[in-house]
């Protein structure tokens, strides 16, 4: 079994979704032979699927595993109590978006707490603020959570344009976008100017072990984002590392306290007291 999810973890690491043998028997440091063996022994259960003659792609079998274990993390009931303490905490609109992999990563609303705020105050129209919702080009949001994607996705990601509506303070370019995922990488979290006109965001990745589930996000009018983010820095990391832990299922003890900000030359280095979350 060990060495058949070392093959399943293979299609993840190369590009593309099509791949022969050999190709997965380097990525899983396997033999070939045995990685055949595997991908047809693959096929009845639907794990995987014989896309043309010696080339294989996962299947539905393999959704169908991947669908179940996202059916057991807690939903946005435990979420939303977060994101209200949050939201009041730093008066800001607050929401927890997670990532979605249907027709290439992206992202969908899971729970919101907008406070004094609403979406019509947010200035953009049905579609506009849908597409920017999905996107992981557009804003902080996206940006932490595309940091933690395997590099194939990464790439795929880069192929789809930026949306419609976003603001001047969303990265254009492959450049600039690649350099804000090193940052989230470095520090912990992502901050973008702008990301919807009139707007500053700062967003934490929510983790499931290694692998990326979504993301908390503080929106902020730009004229009330504070110059020292220090405060909205140790809350809303404090508040994804909490989710993270309920995402992974040990948070059974009573919720710690926010642990203080990584100091990096990025990352302010004065925490923010304790808060209980």
């Excluded at 989710?243 to 030359?265: C, F, G, I, Q």
């Amino acid at each position: 079994m060990r060495r058949v999810m070392r093959v399943a973890q293979a299609f993840t690491e190369l590009p593309g979704t099509v791949h022969g043998p050999a190709e997965l028997a380097a990525a899983a440091h396997l033999d070939t032979a045995l990685v055949h063996r595997i991908l047809r022994s693959g096929l009845s259960g639907s794990t995987f699927v014989e896309a043309a003659p010696g080339r294989y792609r996962l299947g539905p079998g393999a959704a169908r595993v991947g669908i179940h274990a996202m059916a057991t993390v807690p939903g946005p009931r435990t979420a939303r109590p977060v994101l209200d303490r949050l939201g009041r905490l730093l008066d800001a609109f607050t929401v927890l978006w997670v990532l979605s992999p249907y027709g290439g990563p992206s992202k969908t609303h899971a729970a919101s707490a907008p406070g004094r705020y609403g979406f019509d105050a947010l200035g953009l129209t049905p579609a506009q603020l849908v597409e920017i919702g999905q996107s992981l080009r557009a804003g902080a949001s996206g940006h932490a959570i595309a940091a933690h994607l395997p590099r194939p996705l990464i790439a795929a990601v880069l192929t789809a344009p930026v949306p419609a509506g976003a603001g001047p303070g969303v990265p254009r370019g492959a450049a600039g976008f690649t350099a804000a995922l090193e940052r989230v990488r470095r520090t912990g979290y992502a901050v973008t100017r702008e990301e919807i006109p009139g707007w500053d965001a700062l967003a934490a990745p929510v983790l499931w072990g290694d692998t990326v589930y979504g993301a908390v996000t503080v929106l902020k009018p730009s004229p009330l984002m504070p110059r020292d983010l220090s405060l909205l820095v140790t809350a809303t990391t404090a508040a994804a590392e909490q989710l993270s832990l309920r995402v992974s299922d040990t948070d059974l003890a009573p919720s710690p306290p926010p642990r203080s900000p990584r100091r990096t030359e990025d990352r302010p280095a004065t925490p923010y007291g304790t808060t209980d979350w």
